[in-house]
């Protein structure tokens, strides 16, 4: 399938589609006329890949999964995808935490910019 096909088949865009392929996750073999082409199987890949990235995974870690993107990578997970999956949620909850943290200190800015508002003037 040619790379717009593959991209329609997986809800992705062709950019991205190039960007899978030049991170080593996808390949495709080059038509007479140069375009892509890709195997039936590059759609089950993209699909892992896509739900992996939608898991908060980057696509350095998606790589781990590499061997398991042709079936269903949710399944049967390796031990050291397992363990970057645990490692990039560690990440995510310490970025949650700063940005709730900051979120709270402007909340109490904005409280009391507000208060000192309609505060009557004695």
């Given at each position: 399938m040619r790379i717009g096909e593959l991209a329609?088949?997986?809800?992705?865009?062709?950019r991205a589609l190039r960007h899978y392929e030049q991170a080593g996750l996808i390949s495709s073999e080059r038509a007479a006329n140069g375009y892509r082409v890709y195997d039936e199987r590059a759609a089950v890949r993209v699909s892992n890949i896509r739900y992996l990235l939608a898991a908060g995974l980057t696509l350095d870690d998606?790589?781990?999964?590499?061997?398991?993107?042709?079936g269903n990578v949710a399944a049967a997970p390796s031990v050291t995808g397992l363990r970057v999956a645990?490692?990039?949620?560690?990440?995510?909850?310490?970025?949650?935490?700063?940005?709730t943290e900051?979120?709270?200190?402007?909340?109490a800015a904005l409280r009391q910019a507000t208060a000192d508002l309609v505060r009557p003037v004695a």
């Open positions: 329609k088949a997986t809800a992705t865009t062709a998606v790589r781990v999964f590499a061997p398991c993107l042709d645990m490692e990039r949620l560690a990440v995510l909850d310490e970025r949650i935490a700063a940005q900051a979120r709270d200190r402007l909340a």
